[in-house]
């Protein structure tokens, strides 16, 4: 079956800009998390969707903010870029049910000017 | 704040020779992961480990989860140029979270 799939793969922003990032996950998955992953701090969990819920969020700022629709798909928006922003961002699905197994996308590397 | 301490940091071998990475952390885990990412690639679940002492082989890959729950280990046997990539450990404190450790970059040379 389909993988993750993360759109766009690559992209560059000036700071103050905003950006938003798109997850869709593997056909059945109804959870969706975003990590934000830099060579300083590593993989961080941003938040966690399931159907259409939010059910947990990391300790990231007000600016990063997402959703999941209907169809499981999800959307990560960031505002007010700063500089500090620039990484990978990854999706990751999974079934949601607790068996813990994260499938994730490619990742979209956001680059901030 | 539950962290996930991985070491070594870095770690660049022959082909052929062995290896262990850890994973350690002051609180205790319902269950760990391990993940190994390639360049431009999303990380890739290895295995997960769930009891106290549990051993886990894949191939030349054996995974262990301490006594305890804290910390768990990762061991490669005649490593291969294709076990190059980075190794990321995982653990859910909480429900729907989960957190990812500081990782082990890995280079078998050839």
């Known amino acids: 079956k389909a993988g993750v799939t993360q759109t766009p793969r690559y992209l560059i922003k000036t700071r103050g800009q905003q950006v938003t990032l798109s997850c869709s996950p593997i056909?059945?998955?109804?959870?969706v998390s975003w990590y934000q992953q830099t060579p300083g701090q590593g993989l961080q969990f941003l938040f966690e969707y399931f159907s259409e819920t939010q059910r947990n969020k990391g300790n990231f700022p007000g600016r990063f903010s997402g959703r999941q629709f209907s169809n499981s798909r999800s959307e990560m928006n960031v505002s007010t870029l700063e500089l500090g922003d620039s990484a990978l961002y990854l999706c990751a699905s999974s079934p949601g049910d607790g068996t813990g197994e994260l499938f994730f996308g490619e990742g979209s590397r956001l680059t901030v000017l | 704040t539950q962290l996930l301490e991985q070491s070594p940091q870095f770690l660049s071998i022959q082909e052929g020779e062995n290896l262990t990475v850890y994973c350690n952390s002051s609180s205790v885990f319902s269950s760990l992961q391990w993940y190994r990412q390639e360049p431009g690639e999303g990380p890739v679940l290895l295995v997960t480990?769930?009891?106290?002492?549990e051993v886990k082989k894949l191939k030349r890959l054996t995974f262990q989860f301490g006594d305890a729950r804290k910390d768990s280990s990762l061991h490669i046997t005649a490593a291969q140029p294709g076990d190059t990539g980075l190794y990321l450990c995982a653990g859910a404190p909480g429900t729907y979270k989960y957190i990812f450790g500081t990782g082990t970059r890995l280079k078998v040379l050839a």
């Open positions: 056909s059945g998955h109804r959870s």
């Open positions: 480990v769930v009891t106290g002492g």
